[in-house]
């Protein structure tokens, strides 16, 4: 039971180029998130999803793009990189949404944006 | 749109004293949890609390609810260099979102 993983665990990209970030869960939850963190900004909600093929805004959703095509996975993506991009990103999943569930949290994606 | 900020972002306390850090809502809450996210780490979930006033306790750790549901505190009773961390709390209005607050960075010197 593997729980959250993400992949990658680091990358530097070139201002204007793009990429995906992958979330996987094994633990059949409903709910996937995906946050940036940022020095003294806390966790910041990007987009979530509340079930297979369902996506919604977050507090931060300019300049990404998400997908939920398989309940266990969750797709984050850049297509055009930006410096103010730069962040750790965090993926996480609850079992229901987040009224009395807890939530499960990746172990981070590093991202440089030069 | 909402709000949640803490208080200190940051305290460096010696090994065996206290620690309390502050959360407040510029909103009402339906309920608030706290995460632990260890130096680079991820957030791990400590405790949900859902009662107006309601008080629990994990060890030397005890959280607070206030009677207003707008406000908590986390309190670490005799720090340890284990404690070291960044607490967040995290609040919820009932959309299914969580606003998680700024943080406060816990150092320990032992």
């Known amino acids: 039971n593997a729980g959250v993983t993400q992949t990658p665990k680091f990358r530097v990209l070139k201002t204007g180029q793009s990429m995906t970030l992958l979330c996987a869960q094994d633990?059949?939850?409903?709910?996937m998130y995906w946050y940036r963190q940022d020095p003294g900004m806390g966790l910041r909600l990007i987009h979530y999803s509340v079930g297979e093929g369902t996506t919604a805004k977050g507090e931060v959703p300019d300049g990404y793009n998400v997908s939920r095509l398989k309940k266990q996975n969750f797709l984050l993506g850049l297509e055009s990189a930006a410096p103010s991009q730069t962040s750790v990103y965090f993926c996480?999943?609850?079992?229901?949404?987040?009224?009395?569930?807890?939530?499960?949290f990746g172990p981070g994606t590093r991202l440089t944006v030069l | 749109g909402q709000q949640v900020m803490q208080i200190p972002q940051y305290q460096h306390v010696q090994e065996g004293e206290d620690f309390t850090t502050y959360c407040n809502s510029s909103t009402t809450l339906s309920n608030i949890q706290w995460y632990k996210q260890r130096p680079g780490g991820h957030p791990v979930f400590l405790i949900q609390l859902v009662k107006s006033g309601e008080v629990k306790k994990q060890k030397r750790l005890t959280f607070q609810f206030g009677e207003a549901k707008k406000n908590s505190s986390l309190h670490i009773t005799a720090t340890q260099t284990t404690d070291v961390g960044t607490y967040f709390c995290?609040?919820?209005?009932?959309?299914?979102?969580?606003?998680f607050g700024t943080g406060t960075r816990l150092l320990v010197s032992p």
């Open positions: 633990m059949n939850h409903e709910y």
């Open positions: 995290a609040g919820n209005t009932g959309f299914q979102k969580l606003v």
């Open positions: 996480a999943s609850s079992p229901f949404g987040t009224t009395y569930n807890e939530q499960f």
